[in-house]
């Protein structure tokens, strides 16, 4: 059987047609698409994409108010867009940290009922707020265990990352995906990671070829492939992971067999 190639981390993008264009271009199977209600690839214009760039820089603000105003329309998109392609699309649902513990519950088994949700994510949280992430892990560990996706480059700093370690102990059943290679952070995040049985790492977003030749080499059980679309370009990061993975087993884990194992795909 073919090991699929998948990434493990895009988001909707519009018209869909062209995502799916890209992704038949790279070679990528299937995609595990997250929610966003930023759309820079709507716009044409320089000025156009600004103004959405700096919608995502409130956005990734964490600030409760803001993340709320957009929840809504994003995940109705989101949904939609994995109803209408599931052939090339799984998905990620999504709550807000600062929920009702009870309320919170009752809509991540709704989202698991009805549109069959892997994960949660993409958490995008102010630096000094991760504490407030405990009810998502305690939700998760009560309901199918799923993995949590967190979004870990600027504005978090390597003490948010330690404190999500912190949760990710207090609750070992929870899987928890450290995006974008802890930005910076990338080499403590490495010891982070490799530490801490539930813990794995995304490579999207890499900003540099030999950390991610290194996370490979690290962590070669713990790494998924991902783009990042529409932020990141699919064939350009497809031939960067092979060009600093020649070892074929290892790239077969990282391009699809970890994320595979890890979402029972």
């Known amino acids: 059987m073919k090991n699929l190639i998948i990434d493990g981390h895009s988001h909707v993008t519009f018209p869909v047609e062209k995502h799916l264009a890209c992704m038949d271009e790279a ?83 709704g989202q698991i009922a009805q549109h069959h949700i892997l994960g949660l994510g993409e958490f995008t949280l102010a630096s000094g707020t991760l504490p407030s992430m405990e009810n998502v892990f305690k939700v998760s ?37 450290i995006g974008h290679s802890g930005g910076s952070n990338w080499m403590e995040t490495i010891d982070i990671v490799k530490r801490n049985p539930n813990m794995f790492i995304d490579v999207s977003a890499t900003f540099s070829s030999m950390v991610l030749k290194i996370i490979i080499q690290e962590l070669p059980d713990k790494t998924f492939f991902g783009v990042d679309y529409p932020y990141g370009d699919m064939w350009i990061m497809r031939k960067m992971v092979e060009r600093v993975c020649p070892d074929k087993v290892t790239l077969g884990k990282v391009m699809g067999g970890n994320i595979t194992r890890l979402l029972k795909l």
């Open 27 to 109: 070679g990528i199977d299937k995609t595990v698409l997250f929610r966003t209600s930023i759309h820079p690839e709507s716009q044409s214009t320089e000025a156009g994409v600004k103004v959405e760039m700096h919608r995502l820089m409130d956005l990734l603000s964490g600030d409760p108010a803001i993340v709320r105003e957009h929840a809504k329309k994003a995940s109705e998109e989101l949904f939609d867009v994995v109803e209408r392609y599931s052939d090339r699309f799984y998905c990620f649902g999504m709550v807000q940290p600062d929920m009702d513990f009870d309320e919170m519950k009752e809509m991540v088994e």
């Open 141 to 177: 560990a009560q309901t199918a265990c799923l993995p949590l996706w967190i979004h870990c480059f600027n504005p978090l700093v390597l003490e948010d990352i330690r404190q999500i370690e912190v949760l990710a102990r207090k609750y070992p059943s929870v899987p928890v995906i």
